[in-house]
Protein backbone atom coordinates (compact mmCIF):
# COMPACT_ATOMS: atom_id res chain seq x y z
CA UNK A 1 0.00 0.00 0.00
CA UNK A 2 1.37 3.22 -0.72
CA UNK A 3 2.43 5.99 1.80
CA UNK A 4 0.85 9.23 1.61
CA UNK A 5 2.43 12.17 1.30
CA UNK A 6 1.31 13.43 4.38
CA UNK A 7 3.19 10.38 6.09
CA UNK A 8 6.25 11.16 4.10
CA UNK A 9 6.66 14.26 5.35
CA UNK A 10 5.88 13.83 8.62
CA UNK A 11 8.61 11.15 8.66
CA UNK A 12 11.14 13.39 7.02
CA UNK A 13 10.68 15.85 9.93
CA UNK A 14 11.30 13.46 12.17
CA UNK A 15 14.19 12.72 10.94
CA UNK A 16 15.40 15.91 10.73
CA UNK A 17 14.41 16.41 14.19
CA UNK A 18 15.80 13.94 15.60
CA UNK A 19 19.16 14.33 13.83
CA UNK A 20 19.60 18.14 15.25
CA UNK A 21 18.93 16.77 18.78
CA UNK A 22 21.52 14.07 17.96
CA UNK A 23 23.75 16.84 17.08
CA UNK A 24 23.06 19.28 20.13
CA UNK A 25 23.74 16.10 22.46
CA UNK A 26 26.72 15.61 21.22
CA UNK A 27 27.82 19.10 21.20
CA UNK A 28 26.49 19.58 24.87
CA UNK A 29 28.97 16.46 25.74
CA UNK A 30 32.24 17.89 24.17
CA UNK A 31 30.85 21.61 25.71
CA UNK A 32 31.24 19.39 29.27
CA UNK A 33 34.17 17.84 28.94
CA UNK A 34 35.72 21.10 27.90
CA UNK A 35 34.54 22.94 30.42
CA UNK A 36 35.62 19.92 33.23
CA UNK A 37 38.63 20.00 32.01
CA UNK A 38 39.43 23.58 31.98
CA UNK A 39 37.94 23.54 35.43
CA UNK A 40 40.66 21.02 36.21
CA UNK A 41 42.96 23.64 34.87
CA UNK A 42 42.06 26.39 36.91
CA UNK A 43 41.85 24.28 40.32
CA UNK A 44 45.38 23.80 39.58
CA UNK A 45 46.43 26.64 38.89
CA UNK A 46 44.69 28.30 41.92
CA UNK A 47 46.34 25.95 43.77
CA UNK A 48 49.58 27.30 42.98
CA UNK A 49 48.31 30.68 43.53
CA UNK A 50 47.62 29.87 46.99
CA UNK A 51 50.45 28.43 48.02
CA UNK A 52 52.30 31.43 46.39
CA UNK A 53 50.07 34.01 48.47
CA UNK A 54 50.84 31.66 51.71
CA UNK A 55 54.45 32.00 50.84
CA UNK A 56 54.23 35.60 50.10
CA UNK A 57 52.50 36.56 53.38
CA UNK A 58 54.87 34.32 55.10
CA UNK A 59 58.20 36.41 53.64
CA UNK A 60 56.33 39.64 54.41
CA UNK A 61 56.14 38.36 58.17
CA UNK A 62 59.69 37.45 58.41
CA UNK A 63 60.84 41.08 56.59
CA UNK A 64 58.34 43.01 58.46
CA UNK A 65 59.59 40.81 61.67
CA UNK A 66 62.90 41.89 60.72
CA UNK A 67 62.52 45.45 60.03
CA UNK A 68 60.63 45.57 63.60
CA UNK A 69 64.42 44.41 64.65
CA UNK A 70 66.36 46.84 62.89
CA UNK A 71 64.27 49.48 63.79
CA UNK A 72 64.57 48.84 67.74
CA UNK A 73 68.06 48.91 66.90
CA UNK A 74 68.61 52.16 65.21
CA UNK A 75 66.25 53.37 68.25
CA UNK A 76 68.38 52.44 70.02
CA UNK A 77 71.56 53.51 68.94
CA UNK A 78 69.81 57.46 68.37
CA UNK A 79 68.98 56.68 72.20
CA UNK A 80 72.76 55.60 73.15
CA UNK A 81 73.82 58.64 70.94
CA UNK A 82 71.94 61.09 72.80
CA UNK A 83 72.75 59.70 76.11
CA UNK A 84 76.56 60.09 74.38
CA UNK A 85 76.30 63.46 73.04
CA UNK A 86 74.11 64.54 76.55
CA UNK A 87 77.94 63.51 78.05
CA UNK A 88 80.97 65.44 78.66
CA UNK A 89 83.60 64.56 76.10
CA UNK A 90 87.12 64.35 78.38
CA UNK A 91 90.14 66.57 77.56
CA UNK A 92 92.83 65.55 80.03
CA UNK A 93 96.19 66.68 80.99
CA UNK A 94 98.51 64.21 83.06
CA UNK A 95 101.82 66.28 84.27
CA UNK A 96 105.26 64.48 85.57
CA UNK A 97 105.89 66.98 88.46
CA UNK A 98 109.41 65.42 89.45
CA UNK A 99 110.31 66.24 85.69
CA UNK A 100 108.32 69.47 85.23
CA UNK A 101 108.80 72.17 87.04
CA UNK A 102 106.84 75.00 87.45
CA UNK A 103 108.60 78.81 86.51
CA UNK A 104 109.76 80.16 89.89
CA UNK A 105 108.09 83.32 89.05
CA UNK A 106 104.77 81.40 89.51
CA UNK A 107 105.98 79.40 92.59
CA UNK A 108 107.22 82.34 94.61
CA UNK A 109 103.36 83.71 94.63
CA UNK A 110 102.64 81.05 96.33
CA UNK A 111 98.45 80.54 96.23
CA UNK A 112 97.97 83.53 93.55
CA UNK A 113 101.00 81.79 91.30
CA UNK A 114 99.17 78.42 91.45
CA UNK A 115 95.78 80.26 90.40
CA UNK A 116 97.74 81.94 87.24
CA UNK A 117 99.61 78.45 86.21
CA UNK A 118 95.68 76.58 86.44
CA UNK A 119 94.72 79.54 84.08
CA UNK A 120 97.77 79.97 81.74
CA UNK A 121 97.49 75.73 81.02
CA UNK A 122 93.84 75.73 80.51
CA UNK A 123 94.05 78.79 77.68
CA UNK A 124 97.49 77.18 76.20
CA UNK A 125 94.65 73.74 75.76
CA UNK A 126 91.88 75.71 74.82
CA UNK A 127 94.00 77.66 72.08
CA UNK A 128 95.51 74.44 70.89
CA UNK A 129 91.62 72.72 70.23
CA UNK A 130 90.27 75.59 68.53
CA UNK A 131 93.59 75.72 66.28
CA UNK A 132 93.26 71.85 65.78
CA UNK A 133 89.68 72.75 63.96
CA UNK A 134 88.46 68.89 65.77
CA UNK A 135 84.15 68.93 65.48
CA UNK A 136 83.60 67.72 69.06
CA UNK A 137 79.99 66.55 69.07
CA UNK A 138 78.57 67.42 73.08
CA UNK A 139 80.64 69.26 75.50
CA UNK A 140 84.43 69.17 76.59
CA UNK A 141 85.62 68.13 79.89
CA UNK A 142 88.84 69.18 80.98
CA UNK A 143 91.05 67.68 83.80
CA UNK A 144 94.51 68.20 85.28
CA UNK A 145 96.28 65.71 87.24
CA UNK A 146 99.88 66.31 88.48
CA UNK A 147 101.73 63.50 89.68
CA UNK A 148 104.58 64.26 92.04
CA UNK A 149 106.96 63.69 95.22
CA UNK A 150 106.22 66.55 97.52
CA UNK A 151 108.96 65.87 99.81
CA UNK A 152 111.38 65.90 96.84
CA UNK A 153 110.64 68.19 94.87
CA UNK A 154 110.62 70.70 98.05
CA UNK A 155 113.60 69.68 98.86
CA UNK A 156 115.00 70.46 95.11
CA UNK A 157 113.23 73.86 94.96
CA UNK A 158 114.60 74.65 98.52
CA UNK A 159 118.07 73.75 97.68
CA UNK A 160 118.21 76.33 94.51
CA UNK A 161 116.77 78.86 95.86
CA UNK A 162 113.53 78.91 93.50
CA UNK A 163 110.63 78.78 96.89
CA UNK A 164 110.15 77.89 99.92
CA UNK A 165 108.27 74.72 101.44
CA UNK A 166 105.22 76.77 102.41
CA UNK A 167 105.44 78.61 99.17
CA UNK A 168 105.30 75.36 97.38
CA UNK A 169 102.46 74.13 99.43
CA UNK A 170 100.53 77.52 99.14
CA UNK A 171 101.11 77.10 95.10
CA UNK A 172 99.91 73.13 95.33
CA UNK A 173 96.72 74.79 97.40
CA UNK A 174 95.98 77.51 94.70
CA UNK A 175 96.44 75.15 91.38
CA UNK A 176 94.24 72.93 93.16
CA UNK A 177 91.26 75.12 94.20
CA UNK A 178 91.02 76.84 90.54
CA UNK A 179 89.27 73.77 89.32
CA UNK A 180 87.12 70.68 90.89
CA UNK A 181 88.71 69.06 87.75
CA UNK A 182 92.64 69.67 88.68
CA UNK A 183 94.17 67.32 91.26
CA UNK A 184 97.44 67.08 92.32
CA UNK A 185 98.67 63.60 93.71
CA UNK A 186 101.59 63.17 95.93
CA UNK A 187 103.18 59.62 95.59
CA UNK A 188 105.58 59.36 98.14
CA UNK A 189 109.06 58.24 98.22
CA UNK A 190 109.18 54.83 96.30
CA UNK A 191 111.17 53.84 93.24
CA UNK A 192 109.47 54.65 89.92
CA UNK A 193 106.53 55.86 91.85
CA UNK A 194 105.19 58.86 89.12
CA UNK A 195 106.50 56.87 86.21
CA UNK A 196 104.03 53.45 86.94
CA UNK A 197 101.17 56.14 87.79
CA UNK A 198 101.85 57.86 84.43
CA UNK A 199 101.88 55.28 83.02
CA UNK A 200 98.52 53.29 84.18
CA UNK A 201 96.86 56.46 83.43
CA UNK A 202 97.58 56.62 80.19
CA UNK A 203 97.04 53.08 79.38
CA UNK A 204 93.73 53.24 81.01
CA UNK A 205 92.36 56.88 79.63
CA UNK A 206 93.20 56.16 76.17
CA UNK A 207 91.01 53.25 75.93
CA UNK A 208 88.06 55.42 77.04
CA UNK A 209 85.91 56.57 73.90
CA UNK A 210 84.67 59.81 75.98
CA UNK A 211 88.73 60.87 76.06
CA UNK A 212 89.33 63.22 73.21
CA UNK A 213 92.68 64.41 73.99
CA UNK A 214 95.23 63.91 76.47
CA UNK A 215 98.20 66.53 76.95
CA UNK A 216 101.31 64.55 78.31
CA UNK A 217 104.11 66.56 80.11
CA UNK A 218 106.96 63.86 80.88
CA UNK A 219 110.30 66.18 80.67
CA UNK A 220 112.79 66.13 78.09
CA UNK A 221 114.50 62.62 79.53
CA UNK A 222 113.29 59.21 77.16
CA UNK A 223 112.33 58.38 80.74
CA UNK A 224 108.63 57.20 79.43
CA UNK A 225 110.60 55.94 76.01
CA UNK A 226 108.87 52.48 76.98
CA UNK A 227 105.74 53.74 77.76
CA UNK A 228 105.07 55.09 74.51
CA UNK A 229 106.33 52.70 72.92
CA UNK A 230 103.60 50.28 74.12
CA UNK A 231 101.06 52.86 73.19
CA UNK A 232 102.16 53.26 69.86
CA UNK A 233 101.78 48.98 69.47
CA UNK A 234 98.25 49.00 70.90
CA UNK A 235 97.28 52.10 68.29
CA UNK A 236 96.72 54.05 71.25
CA UNK A 237 99.05 57.08 70.63
CA UNK A 238 96.37 59.03 68.05
CA UNK A 239 94.73 61.06 71.53
CA UNK A 240 98.16 62.19 72.68
CA UNK A 241 99.63 65.46 72.69
CA UNK A 242 103.15 66.35 73.90
CA UNK A 243 102.87 69.26 76.57
CA UNK A 244 106.38 70.62 75.85
CA UNK A 245 107.54 71.60 78.88
CA UNK A 246 111.72 72.74 78.88
CA UNK A 247 111.63 74.13 75.56
CA UNK A 248 113.13 71.35 73.88
CA UNK A 249 110.63 68.88 72.34
CA UNK A 250 111.26 65.39 74.04
CA UNK A 251 113.04 62.50 71.96
CA UNK A 252 110.05 60.36 71.50
CA UNK A 253 107.45 63.15 70.33
CA UNK A 254 109.99 63.62 67.24
CA UNK A 255 110.05 59.96 66.65
CA UNK A 256 106.99 59.61 66.63
CA UNK A 257 105.59 62.28 65.05
CA UNK A 258 103.50 63.92 67.56
CA UNK A 259 102.19 67.22 67.81
CA UNK A 260 103.47 69.42 70.58
CA UNK A 261 101.84 72.01 72.45
CA UNK A 262 104.55 74.48 73.63
CA UNK A 263 103.84 76.66 77.19
CA UNK A 264 107.10 78.82 76.82
CA UNK A 265 106.46 80.50 80.47
CA UNK A 266 104.53 77.97 82.37
CA UNK A 267 107.49 75.26 83.04
CA UNK A 268 111.14 76.26 84.10
CA UNK A 269 113.47 75.74 81.30
CA UNK A 270 115.99 73.29 82.92
CA UNK A 271 116.24 69.82 84.34
CA UNK A 272 116.89 70.21 87.99
CA UNK A 273 118.55 67.42 90.16
CA UNK A 274 117.34 65.79 92.91
CA UNK A 275 119.44 66.26 96.24
CA UNK A 276 121.94 63.71 97.27
CA UNK A 277 122.14 62.39 100.66
CA UNK A 278 125.85 62.95 101.86
CA UNK A 279 126.83 59.15 103.22
CA UNK A 280 128.31 59.25 106.81
CA UNK A 281 131.81 59.68 107.35
CA UNK A 282 134.08 56.21 107.46
CA UNK A 283 136.97 56.18 109.12
CA UNK A 284 139.81 56.36 106.99
CA UNK A 285 142.41 55.15 109.37
CA UNK A 286 144.46 52.39 107.72
CA UNK A 287 142.10 52.83 105.00
CA UNK A 288 143.84 52.56 100.84
CA UNK A 289 141.71 53.73 97.61
CA UNK A 290 141.20 50.57 95.30
CA UNK A 291 139.22 50.21 92.00
CA UNK A 292 135.95 47.92 91.65
CA UNK A 293 135.25 46.33 88.06
CA UNK A 294 132.71 49.67 87.72
CA UNK A 295 135.83 51.75 87.58
CA UNK A 296 135.22 53.72 90.92
CA UNK A 297 137.43 53.77 93.87
CA UNK A 298 136.11 52.59 97.09
CA UNK A 299 137.76 51.91 100.19
CA UNK A 300 139.90 48.83 101.59
CA UNK A 301 138.49 47.88 105.09
CA UNK A 302 140.55 47.05 107.84
CA UNK A 303 140.80 43.67 109.09
CA UNK A 304 138.20 44.49 112.25
CA UNK A 305 135.86 47.59 112.32
CA UNK A 306 134.82 48.27 115.84
CA UNK A 307 131.06 48.78 115.73
CA UNK A 308 131.64 52.18 117.09
CA UNK A 309 132.82 53.33 113.71
CA UNK A 310 130.24 55.48 112.37
CA UNK A 311 128.04 54.04 110.25
CA UNK A 312 126.08 50.61 109.79
CA UNK A 313 128.04 46.81 109.69
CA UNK A 314 126.51 44.21 107.54
CA UNK A 315 125.60 41.09 109.57
CA UNK A 316 127.80 38.52 107.70
CA UNK A 317 125.83 35.57 108.78
CA UNK A 318 123.04 37.14 106.26
CA UNK A 319 123.13 37.64 102.30
CA UNK A 320 123.86 41.25 101.47
CA UNK A 321 119.92 41.46 99.54
CA UNK A 322 118.56 39.98 102.78
CA UNK A 323 119.34 42.83 104.85
CA UNK A 324 117.11 45.13 106.16
CA UNK A 325 117.02 47.55 103.83
CA UNK A 326 119.53 46.04 101.88
CA UNK A 327 122.68 48.23 100.27
CA UNK A 328 121.63 50.35 97.60
CA UNK A 329 123.75 48.99 94.67
CA UNK A 330 124.13 52.41 92.65
CA UNK A 331 125.04 53.90 95.66
CA UNK A 332 128.40 52.31 96.54
CA UNK A 333 128.89 51.05 92.57
CA UNK A 334 128.58 53.72 90.93
CA UNK A 335 126.41 57.27 91.89
CA UNK A 336 122.42 57.35 93.78
CA UNK A 337 120.90 60.34 92.36
CA UNK A 338 117.67 59.29 94.69
CA UNK A 339 118.96 60.31 97.61
CA UNK A 340 116.32 60.52 100.60
CA UNK A 341 113.61 58.85 98.39
CA UNK A 342 116.42 55.89 97.29
CA UNK A 343 114.66 52.54 99.43
CA UNK A 344 117.70 50.75 99.81
CA UNK A 345 120.67 51.87 102.35
CA UNK A 346 123.30 53.79 101.68
CA UNK A 347 124.71 53.73 105.44
CA UNK A 348 126.39 50.18 105.71
CA UNK A 349 130.48 50.23 105.79
CA UNK A 350 131.22 47.37 102.99
CA UNK A 351 134.55 45.19 102.46
CA UNK A 352 136.68 44.88 99.29
CA UNK A 353 134.46 41.49 99.47
CA UNK A 354 131.46 42.63 99.98
CA UNK A 355 131.23 45.04 97.54
CA UNK A 356 132.58 42.35 95.24
CA UNK A 357 129.62 39.92 96.11
CA UNK A 358 127.24 42.95 95.53
CA UNK A 359 128.83 44.10 91.78
CA UNK A 360 128.33 40.25 90.77
CA UNK A 361 125.22 40.55 91.98
CA UNK A 362 123.95 43.78 90.75
CA UNK A 363 125.62 42.16 87.25
CA UNK A 364 122.76 39.87 87.56
CA UNK A 365 120.09 42.29 86.97
CA UNK A 366 119.70 43.80 83.54
CA UNK A 367 120.08 47.52 82.82
CA UNK A 368 116.68 49.34 82.42
CA UNK A 369 118.30 51.89 79.27
CA UNK A 370 119.01 48.76 77.45
CA UNK A 371 116.53 46.32 78.63
CA UNK A 372 114.13 49.36 76.85
CA UNK A 373 116.38 49.03 73.59
CA UNK A 374 118.05 52.92 75.00
CA UNK A 375 121.66 53.43 74.81
CA UNK A 376 123.02 53.34 78.01
CA UNK A 377 124.44 56.22 79.62
CA UNK A 378 127.04 54.91 81.94
CA UNK A 379 128.49 52.30 79.56
CA UNK A 380 131.47 50.35 81.45
CA UNK A 381 130.54 52.46 84.47
CA UNK A 382 127.27 51.15 84.56
CA UNK A 383 126.92 48.25 87.41
CA UNK A 384 123.89 46.82 86.23
CA UNK A 385 124.19 43.52 83.62
CA UNK A 386 124.37 44.70 79.73
CA UNK A 387 124.35 41.02 79.23
CA UNK A 388 122.47 37.90 80.24
CA UNK A 389 124.64 35.82 82.30
CA UNK A 390 123.36 32.32 80.68
CA UNK A 391 124.64 33.87 77.34
CA UNK A 392 122.90 32.92 74.20
CA UNK A 393 121.90 29.88 74.94
CA UNK A 394 119.55 30.76 78.07
CA UNK A 395 116.80 28.28 78.74
CA UNK A 396 114.47 31.43 80.34
CA UNK A 397 115.07 32.83 76.79
CA UNK A 398 113.46 30.08 75.38
CA UNK A 399 110.92 30.39 77.54
CA UNK A 400 110.26 34.09 76.75
CA UNK A 401 110.54 34.40 80.52
CA UNK A 402 114.29 36.34 80.69
CA UNK A 403 114.76 39.25 82.61
CA UNK A 404 117.20 40.48 79.53
CA UNK A 405 114.31 41.38 76.98
CA UNK A 406 117.43 43.78 74.94
CA UNK A 407 118.56 43.13 71.19
CA UNK A 408 122.14 42.76 71.91
CA UNK A 409 121.83 41.12 75.63
CA UNK A 410 121.96 37.63 74.07
CA UNK A 411 124.77 37.74 71.84
CA UNK A 412 127.67 38.30 73.69
CA UNK A 413 129.29 35.78 75.83
CA UNK A 414 128.64 35.92 79.89
CA UNK A 415 132.82 36.91 80.58
CA UNK A 416 132.47 39.78 77.98
CA UNK A 417 129.73 41.69 80.12
CA UNK A 418 130.80 45.15 80.77
Not at 140 to 146: C, Q
Not at 385 to 414: A, D, I, R
Amino acid sequence: MATSPVAEVSQQLWDETLGRLLSLSSATVKRNADLENRLAELEVELAVWKQAHATAIEGADREAKALKGRLASLNSQVASMETFMSQSLLVLCVIDGDACIFNDSLLRQGHEGGRQAAQQLTRAVADYLTSEDVHVLGRLSFWVTIYFNKAILASVLERHKLCSPEQLDAFIMGFSQSSPRFVLVDVGYGKDATFTKITEYLQTYLRFPQTQRIFFAGGQENTYASTIAALQNDGLLGKVAFLEACRASPNYAQKHRLPILTVDTLFINQRLSPPLRTPPPLNMNGLSPTLTSGGLPTPHSPPSMSSSATGRLVDPTLPLHKHSPPPCNEFYLMSCTKGGACKYSHDYILTPDQLATLAANAKKAPCNFLKNGLQCPYGERCCWGHVCPNGPKCFHLSKGKCWFKGESMHNVSPHLSP
